[in-house]
């Protein structure tokens, strides 16, 4: 007996939405599934639903699949994003920086104290700094803004649309709430942060140069002493 036009329809409609459930679920475009045959994607369907242990599977591969890359872009120690994380920030922020023409700063900031901390206290000592002075940074920047932790004892700032006077603000805030006493086990330690920063803006925004200008303010605040913000923009 000849279908009739409705129920072709219908069994299309029907079959439509068993492939986009099966995409949905194996979170793949249901283009995907096209060259397949309609009754593979719809022995699929029915064994996912009939297989409730084999959604928990893939729910629980798809839960590591996030903590692991959540650990590939996070700081052990301090919780803030690491060094890898930074770069792919800073990649984005610039390119977004340079096709609309807007001004990007880039902080860099070194814990003045923390070998003398280390060598006198203990490296327990040492981390325990490190972690309040992450702290304070998160607590003095925007949320557009990213702290990371560059390495040993330095920490990055990305700023997004951020000038050079602002970024000058940015920097001596920074400095002075790193000034601060930390409180490590049952002593008060003072450990400071040297800043340097750069602004950049336009075409001349590019990761390698940025970096590079902040680094070089950076080493102009340690030549001057302790607890130094200097930087250039444009």
């Not at 060259?35 to 084999?54: F, I, S, Y």
């Not at 940015?170 to 490590?184: G, H, I, S, Y």
């Given at each position: ?54 959604r928990g599977q893939i729910a629980e591969l798809r839960s590591t699949a996030q903590r692991w890359e959540l650990l ?18 800073l990649m984005h922020e610039c390119e977004r920086a340079s096709r609309y023409d807007h001004p990007l700063t880039l ?128």
């Amino acid at each position: 007996m000849q279908e009739s036009a409705g129920g072709v329809e219908r069994r299309n409609v029907a079959l439509r939405a068993r492939r986009d459930a099966v995409a949905a679920w194996f979170d793949v475009h249901p283009r995907a599934l096209a060259t397949l045959a309609a009754e593979v994607v719809v022995t699929m369907a029915e064994r996912l639903d009939g297989e409730p242990g084999l959604r928990g599977q893939i729910a629980e591969l798809r839960s590591t699949a996030q903590r692991w890359e959540l650990l590939a872009t996070t700081d052990a120690l301090t919780g803030l994003a690491n060094r890898r994380a930074a770069e792919e920030r800073l990649m984005h922020e610039c390119e977004r920086a340079s096709r609309y023409d807007h001004p990007l700063t880039l902080v860099i900031g070194d814990v003045d104290e923390l070998k003398r901390v280390n060598d006198t206290y203990g490296h327990r000592a040492g981390d325990m700094m490190l972690v309040e002075l992450s702290a304070r940074l998160q607590r003095c920047v925007r949320a557009v803004d990213l702290v990371a932790r560059w390495g040993g004892d330095e920490f990055v700032i990305i700023c997004p649309e951020t000038d050079a006077q602002a970024a000058a603000m940015v920097a001596e805030k920074l400095v002075r709430v790193c000034d601060e006493e930390v409180q490590v086990d049952r002593d008060r330690v003072r450990g400071g942060l040297s800043v340097g920063w750069a602004t950049l803006r336009g075409t001349e925004v590019d990761p390698g140069r940025l970096v590079h200008a902040a680094d070089e303010a950076l080493y102009r605040s340690k030549q001057e002493g302790r607890g130094r913000a200097t930087g250039s923009g444009s």
